[in-house]
């Protein structure tokens, strides 16, 4: 299913398809702020296992992002952080970033990873926003299979490759090519892990 959404206002009934689809275990493509992500339900277990299969990854070893739809989900999905880091997170979002942070017991077993980490990000992107508000928790995301960025900026396109692996393709306009910007903030302080749409100033410290 291909649904077409305004970047500006998107349409409520749009919106609710997408929830539905999530909360029944489905996986969509949909817009952020950088390039188009594949997403699902972080509590469906079934649809996290799919995602895994499109990519052929593992899911403890998967490089999977929470997409939040601000920092109140913080508290629940990562363990307490300092007052410095929590003020350079405000920061830098919404936007095109990617924070690895340590993972709480609330996040589910198949995603707790040996590393015991999660990829934070909040897209300053309203389509996806909004499809995470209206689910009330976090979407599970990653990146499109394989390596033809191209293919993965028109959503028609991406319909036509995909509509037999995913629920819902949320057409949001074209997408970039440039993936987030991957912090890693795990440590004493924030270390660049990859340089992307986001601007990064190196001498960043949270202390």
Request: hydrophobic share 35%; proline share 8%.
């Amino acid at each position: 299913m291909l649904l077409h959404l305004h970047p500006e206002n998107p349409q409520p009934r749009n919106i609710l398809t997408i929830k539905n689809v999530l909360s029944k275990g489905g996986i969509i493509i949909y817009p952020t702020d950088t390039i188009y992500g594949l997403g699902c339900d972080i509590f469906q277990h079934k649809a996290i296992e799919r995602i895994c299969r499109i990519k052929n990854i593992d899911p403890q070893k998967a490089q999977l992002s929470f997409v939040c739809y601000d920092l109140s989900d913080l508290s629940r999905y990562t363990k307490s952080i300092s007052t410095p880091m929590y003020r350079m997170l405000k920061h830098y979002l919404p936007g095109p970033y990617t924070f690895i942070l340590p993972a709480s017991k609330e996040v589910p077993k198949i995603l707790q990873s040996k590393k015991n980490t999660i990829g934070l990000r909040i897209p300053d992107n309203l389509i996806a926003r909004t499809i995470v508000k209206e689910l009330g928790h976090p979407i599970l995301s990653t990146t499109l299979p394989g390596t033809m960025v191209e293919e993965y900026t028109d959503p028609e396109l991406m319909h036509d490759n995909f509509e037999k692996l995913v629920d819902v393709v949320a057409d949001g306009g074209i997408g970039g090519m440039v993936p987030s910007t991957v912090i890693d903030c795990t440590g004493d302080e924030p270390v660049l892990i990859r340089q992307g749409a986001g601007e990064w100033e190196t001498n960043v410290t949270i202390s």
